[in-house]
């Protein structure tokens, strides 16, 4: 048993799989807005539902009921806890967190304990940020993917997390409440029951994400009065992956000026991506389904070099005319102003940046990613009932049937 009596915690590594904790990347480089904290960017389960992505809960499920079943066996609370929060979180360079413990608030005292699952790599993928208890053993936690931190919410587990120095260190957040009235799964069965249903749900236009308020995405949180200044976190990522918005729908040239209250709503309509001199031929519907194609491809991208693709497309992609151009990067200064910020929020480690590389993208990848996108998103036809299901579980005595359900 690690840690006392005195410091109830407990560290276990490799509990998730490196698959798991790229696929949580990718929902979260997708769908995060910004976050509570400075220089902090989150992602809720209520937020993938309330942008109709609540296929995307899918993965949450079952690594929610491993961690609970573990912090109930450790600390000795079988059927007790409740999941009070989940969320993805990432810490972009400036943040960090003095020394607390998880309660301190009177709104957080139903918080009993956390877990904090880190999903990508110290040194490798940031810098900074390691993780101290004040007291008792471990006193420092090195963030390494798929290890988890659980201890007591209480002050037996003061800790802190140093400066983010450079790069993005990503993890999934977990709270647990004995009192059943914080328990997250109400809240979101009934967030999911407020859907509009389709039945069946075999329309594929019903999966696309939709737009939320463009707020929750303008970076720094207070500058979204007017968008004059601070920059898109969803154009920020696009960049730093080598990719452009292009409106094509959009038929006037506006100032800058002029752009800067009109542009920011064009993000809920149909875009397309640009790349380097070239544009995509394929229309998205909306700013945060184009984020998630790229997000995906990115993330898939090693293994779809590798797969046989019968068909090439030659037409995916049209040289950008110098009008075109021009206008991109008028846009461009509106929704990102400076692009050093988002490089340096998104961009990774310094001179570990993407966004050379991508630049002689594989096209022919990106169209085969096209399709597996679409598959992965509907690869379960009926998520929303299933997900109705998984979170209706009025008997807690009985064992979760999330694995055989999903
Ligand atoms: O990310 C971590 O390592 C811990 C974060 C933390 O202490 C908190 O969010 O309260
Ligand atoms: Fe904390």
Request: charge should be negative.
């Amino acid at each position: 048993m690690e840690g006392s009596q005195q410091h109830p915690r407990l560290i276990l590594r490799n509990f998730l799989s490196l698959d798991v904790c790229k696929e949580l990347e990718f929902i979260h480089k997708s769908c995060c807005t910004v976050g509570y904290r400075q220089n902090v960017f989150s992602t809720t389960l209520s937020h993938l539902i309330a942008t109709n992505s609540s296929h995307l809960i899918i993965p949450f499920v079952p690594i929610r009921e491993r961690l609970k079943e573990k912090v109930e066996e450790y600390f000795g609370c079988e059927y007790e806890l409740f999941v009070e929060f989940t969320g993805l979180i990432s810490w972009c360079r400036g943040a960090s967190i003095g020394w607390h413990s998880d309660d301190n608030r009177d709104y957080l005292k139903q918080r009993d304990f956390a877990a904090v699952c880190y999903l990508n790599n110290y040194e490798v993928d940031f810098k900074g940020g390691l993780f101290h208890f004040q007291d008792g053993e471990p006193s420092t936690i090195v963030p390494m993917a798929g290890d988890v931190a659980m201890y007591t919410a209480d002050n037996k587990n003061i800790h802190s997390v140093d400066e983010i120095l450079d790069g993005e260190r990503i993890t999934l957040t977990l709270w647990f409440s004995r009192d059943a009235s914080h328990d997250e799964d109400a809240k979101l069965i009934s967030l999911l029951s407020d859907l509009p249903s389709h039945s069946p749900k075999s329309d594929f236009a019903s999966y696309l994400p939709v737009a939320a308020s463009n707020k929750m995405y303008w970076f720094p949180p207070e500058e979204e009065s007017d968008f004059q200044s601070g920059f898109d976190i969803r154009c920020a990522r696009l960049h730093v992956l080598g990719f452009d918005l292009y409106f094509s729908d959009e038929e006037s040239s506006l100032s800058a000026l002029d752009s800067s209250y009109y542009l920011p709503e064009l993000l809920k309509e149909s875009l397309q991506l640009a790349c380097g001199d070239k544009l995509l031929v394929w229309k998205f519907v909306n700013i945060m389904h184009a984020v998630q194609m790229v997000q995906f491809w990115h993330w898939k991208a090693s293994e779809l070099k590798t797969t046989e693709i019968k068909e090439l497309s030659t037409d995916v992609m049209i040289p950008l005319s110098k009008t075109q151009q021009l206008k991109i990067n008028s846009q461009k200064l509106v929704l990102l102003k400076d692009p050093q910020p988002a490089k340096t929020f998104f961009g990774g480690v310094t001179g570990r940046n993407n966004l050379q590389r991508l630049f002689d993208l594989d096209w022919v990848s990106f169209s085969a990613g096209v399709s597996e996108w679409e598959a992965y998103t509907r690869r379960s036809p009926c998520s929303h009932l299933k997900l109705r299901h998984v979170f209706d579980q009025p008997d807690k005595t009985k064992p979760s049937q999330l694995e055989t359900d999903l």
